[in-house]
């Protein structure tokens, strides 16, 4: 943990020298994928997890959607990443449409398959703003999930975190208190939803602090290249989207190259700003695709690491 006055050498250095000078690489990466829904889609996500691996990353995880189909892509391509990437995967597991009896199932296979990690969550039905209904013999909400699964296998299992609350709860204080039942529940770690400025991540880590909320919370990060998809998934998740960066990425819709650039440079500032107050964990929303959050890594000091007998 730093100490106060490692932080204040920090944001003096993160103020008066280049930023990503001479960082010395002391941080660690996980990065979140989602299943490929075509052949095309599923060889961009494999590019991206070979080019995301010798950063070895702490895990990379796979998102998780209700439907039938979507839960098979989801559990054939952490097998393949665990089977073939020799890369640890966690299977993002929902509450949506499933009894506890097809949860048991889902969680017993990843468990055979070697799946030993699991994202929890209750997950969202329908649009924005919609109320969850859960299945009338499933679980109830992320901290009934957590210990259900618990009850499966020992699975490592990490769950969700609103530093600007979660939508459906009645105020931020809500909000960590239901965090904290879900750690509590036995999951390991919180990963967060995405933000856009440090201090709302600093307020949240302060606030959890004072809740007596001691467990990992890695910081989420997405990368923006478009703000329109981003403002859609801000609005399921309570995030908000700064006024600024729509000026940012004005007139750039028909420059790929320059937006991503862009897109780089404000999610490296936040990551150094982050860096400043003390993270050293932090998690990538990919989108599957691994460019940003490559350079991202680089600029943090980040390098391809070898394995011994590799």
């Known amino acids: 943990m730093m100490t106060t006055l490692d932080q204040m050498r920090e944001a003096r250095t993160a103020l008066d020298t280049p930023l990503f000078a001479a960082l010395p690489g002391d941080i660690s990466a996980s990065f979140e994928f989602f299943?490929?829904?075509s052949e095309k889609m599923d060889a961009q996500l494999w590019d991206a997890v070979q080019q995301l691996k010798p950063l070895r990353p702490d895990f990379v995880s796979v998102t998780y959607g209700a439907g039938g189909s979507t839960r098979e892509r989801t559990h054939a391509t952490v097998s393949r990443i665990i089977r073939e990437a020799r890369i640890p995967a966690a299977a993002?597991?929902?509450c949506v449409?499933?009894?506890k009896d097809d949860i048991r199932a889902v969680a017993e296979q990843y468990w055979a398959d070697g799946v030993r990690h699991i994202v929890a969550l209750r997950?969202?039905?329908?649009e924005p703003g919609a109320p969850f209904v859960p299945h009338p013999n499933g679980y109830r909400n992320a901290e009934e999930l957590v210990r259900g699964l618990k009850d499966i296998a020992d699975f490592d299992i990490s769950v969700a975190a609103y530093p600007e609350k979660h939508p459906d709860a009645d105020c931020p204080q809500a909000d960590i208190d239901n965090l904290k039942r879900k750690l509590d529940a036995g999951a390991t770690r919180a990963i967060t939803q995405f933000f856009f400025s440090a201090d709302t991540f600093f307020r949240?880590?302060?606030?959890l602090e004072r809740s007596g909320v001691d467990a990992p919370v890695i910081p989420g990060i997405l990368p923006v290249t478009n703000v329109a998809?981003?403002?859609k998934f801000a609005g399921s998740c309570g995030a908000q989207i700064p006024a600024w960066m729509d000026g940012l990425f004005?007139?750039?819709d028909e420059r790929p190259a320059a937006r991503q650039l862009v897109a780089a440079t404000v999610a490296a500032e936040l990551?150094?700003?982050l860096y400043a107050g003390g993270v050293r964990q932090f998690h990538f929303y990919t989108l599957n695709r691994a460019e940003l959050a490559y350079a991202i890594c680089h600029m943090l000091g980040m390098r391809p690491k070898e394995r011994s007998g590799e």
């Open 35 to 37: 299943p490929p829904k």
């Open 92 to 94: 993002h597991l929902t």
């Open 97 to 99: 449409d499933a009894s």
């Open 123 to 126: 997950g969202d039905a329908g």
């Open 204 to 207: 949240f880590r302060d606030a």
């Open 229 to 231: 998809q981003a403002r």
């Open 250 to 252: 004005e007139g750039l």
């Open 271 to 273: 990551c150094r700003r």
